[in-house]
């Protein structure tokens, strides 16, 4: 079975323009969350979709958004990037929400802000 | 506010050694999950283990083991007989009932080598 797939895999920006990163969970993963790695720290979590609703927000800028799709896709969407935003987006995917299940990682996306 | 806390920033041991990882971690919460997650230089977090708040049972699975003592709020992992292919990023991760919000220690570099 396909893991979590993230695309692009590599990416470069310029300040004050848009990014739109995707995700594919696992088959049958219905919560997908994204999280922020700047280089040398751990990820920060941004936010948590499940069942196309918004579970859950990080402290992240209003600048940052995302959304689900009926089949469970999604998309983070960053507006007027900043050089801040220079980091690894990871999208992850489990099977259900609330529990102990573990959260399945991508390859990530990185993202550079020039 | 929960807090994870990794103090060993970078470990370097010799293959065959066994490596022992720490993670501290702060919370009020009653039940909660811990995770250990590897990070490769590919940058994918690859789930290892998983204890949930209510179960102190140390385990071994495989070369991998675990210490978990509510009494510390710690939850150390160890490697034994470590292998180059063991050279990552190591973090210790902490989740609420009821959120699927991570939350993620700084890492610990592990190198081995040969």
């Known amino acids: 079975d396909a893991g979590v797939t993230q695309s692009p895999t590599h990416l470069i920006k310029t300040r004050g323009q848009h990014v739109t990163l995707r995700c594919s969970p696992i088959s049958g993963h219905k919560s997908v969350s994204w999280y922020q790695q700047v280089l040398g720290q751990g990820p920060q979590f941004i936010f948590q979709?499940?069942?196309?609703?918004?579970?859950g927000r990080g402290n992240f800028p209003d600048r940052f958004s995302a959304r689900q799709f009926p089949n469970y896709s999604s998309e983070l969407n960053v507006n007027a990037l900043l050089l801040g935003d220079s980091a690894l987006y990871l999208c992850?995917?489990?099977?259900?929400?609330?529990?102990?299940?573990?959260?399945?990682f991508g390859d990530g996306t990185r993202l550079s802000i020039l | 506010a929960q807090k994870v806390t990794q103090a060993q920033t970078e470990i370097s041991v010799v293959e065959k050694e066994d490596v022992t990882l720490d993670c501290v971690y702060e919370t009020r919460d009653t039940t909660y999950y811990l995770f250990w997650y590897k990070q490769p230089p590919s940058g994918e977090l690859v789930f290892l283990i998983r204890r949930n708040s209510f179960d102190e049972q140390n385990e071994i699975s495989g070369r991998y083991s675990w210490n978990f003592q509510k009494s510390t709020s710690s939850f150390n992992f160890t490697i034994t007989a470590s292998q180059v292919v063991d050279s990552a990023v190591y973090f210790c991760a902490f989740k609420s009932y009821n959120t699927d919000k991570l939350i993620f220690g700084t890492g610990t570099r592990l190198q081995v080598f040969p």
């Open positions: 992850a995917s489990s099977s259900t929400t609330g529990l102990g299940q573990p959260q399945h």
């Open positions: 979709y499940y069942e196309k609703e918004e579970r």
